[in-house]
């Protein structure tokens, strides 16, 4: 995915902040997908571990899954009038997810069944679905400047249990992908990984 650029007009520095790891994070997954064939994009290296590719499209699957969500909030705060820069305010266990989810892997967190990775065909596709599924969250993420991240609030598509304010639910996305990045990067390390 090329450099995106940091729109001039953001207010609110949280966004500023979210733009530029998100940005940061898609030019580690080009760099560490740059060179490989489909062989070493798809090779497991052990039954029950993802590969590069599956870290990937599950990525892509969980930024589908949170857009209509995201954009609902937005929609609704809109028009409620929830608007302007609010004081950061994460829950404590929601403090928690996102130390447990944080890269280096603390313990294996069970991904729900609608949020695993397709079968996957070749590394031209997920890498492209990818680019799109994250250019989207990007778009996202500057549509929600002018909303107060903390006041607003929505329902995570993975359980109706959990429920998120804006900023929260970006804070989870990134740090899930750092997670799948570290994870990607621990499959390109492992021993028998196909050479390129």
């Given at each position: 995915m090329p450099a995106a650029v940091m729109p001039a007009e953001i207010e609110n520095p949280e966004i500023t902040q979210d733009l530029a790891e998100l940005d940061a994070v898609l030019t580690e997954f080009d760099e560490l997908v740059a060179g490989l064939e489909d062989e070493g994009f798809?090779?497991?290296?052990?039954?029950?571990?993802?590969?590069?590719?599956?870290?990937?499209?599950?990525?892509?699957?969980?930024?589908?899954?949170?857009?209509?969500?995201?954009e609902e909030c937005m929609r609704e705060g809109r028009a409620a009038g929830r608007t302007g820069i609010g004081k950061p305010r994460r829950g404590i266990l929601n403090r928690l997810f996102l130390w447990l989810m944080a890269p280096p892997v603390r313990g294996k967190v069970k991904a729900p069944g609608s949020f695993l990775p397709a079968a996957i065909a070749s590394k031209q596709e997920v890498c492209s679905r990818f680019s799109d599924r994250h250019?989207?969250?990007?778009?996202?993420?500057?549509?929600?400047d002018g909303l107060d991240l903390w006041r607003n609030r929505l329902v995570s598509p993975a359980s109706n249990l959990i429920?998120?304010?804006?900023?929260?639910?970006?804070?989870?996305l990134l740090t899930?992908?750092?997670?799948?990045?570290?994870?990607?990067?621990?499959?390109?390390?492992?021993?028998?990984f196909p050479a390129s």
């Open positions: 798809c090779w497991r290296p052990e039954p029950g571990r993802w590969s590069i590719g599956e870290c990937m499209d599950h990525l892509s699957v969980t930024a589908a899954l949170y857009e209509p969500v995201l250019g989207r969250l990007r778009r996202s993420m500057i549509e929600a429920r998120l304010s804006l900023g929260e639910a970006f804070a989870l899930h992908m750092r997670r799948h990045l570290w994870q990607a990067r621990q499959v390109r390390q492992a021993p028998g």
